[in-house]
């Protein structure tokens, strides 16, 4: 027998309380860990940040502190994450990109197929449970449709999305050596 749909209600309830005991247990953990924790966090979003800016200027791509950009914002604490996050990054990269392109052909100057082109990607991405996918294409939308730039729409789109990409390389590349140094050192995390 099918269980019977909760409704979107329940499912934030829940949500929000797992989200209130992630942020007790974290504030439970006394300061000092909290320090190495965040050294940690930094060291490798800095690492990954450095590595996807060096590589996109390595490759002739002016703006590379988009790939910088894209390495902190998908840095997590386990390779899991990052993995999760970079795909959410790529995905509304390129649907951001992709729409945002289509939209500025019929009227880059016009606010109104700006909101237009946002809420489409943004939507689609709901529609398809692409996660946080919906933010980073309203925010490729964005840096097509308003940020002035010079060149076509596609060729912006296009170095963004290899900025975006190398950013969440580099990311996944510190996350996943980070994560076989750690289980070198400490061995395998316990399983619940």
């Not at 499912?11 to 006394?30: C, M, N, T």
């Not at 999305?161 to 050596?177: H, M, R």
Request: aromatic content about 8%.
């Amino acid at each position: 027998m099918k269980k019977p749909r909760r409704p979107l209600a329940e499912h934030r309830l829940r949500l929000d309380a797992l989200v209130g005991e992630a942020q007790w247990l974290w504030k439970a953990l006394p300061r000092h860990q909290r320090l190495m924790i965040g050294l940690v966090r930094a060291l490798l979003a800095v690492l990954a940040a450095s590595l996807g800016y060096f590589g996109a200027r390595s490759l002739g791509l002016q703006q590379g502190y988009w790939a910088a950009i894209t390495a902190i914002s998908v840095s997590q604490s386990s390779y899991i994450d990052v993995r999760s996050s970079s795909r959410d990054q790529f995905l509304g990269a390129v649907i951001g990109g992709l729409i945002g392109m289509a939209v500025a052909t019929l009227g880059h100057d016009r606010y109104l197929t700006y909101v237009l082109a946002v809420t489409i990607g943004m939507v689609l991405c709901s529609v398809f449970d692409l996660g946080a996918a919906g933010r980073i294409s309203g925010i490729t939308t964005t840096i097509i449709m308003l940020v002035p730039q010079h060149g076509a729409f596609w060729q912006i789109a296009l170095f963004r999305l290899g900025e975006v990409t190398l950013g969440a390389t580099a990311a996944l590349l510190v996350s996943a050596l980070f994560n076989a140094l750690e289980r070198r050192l400490f061995g395998a995390p316990p399983t619940t």
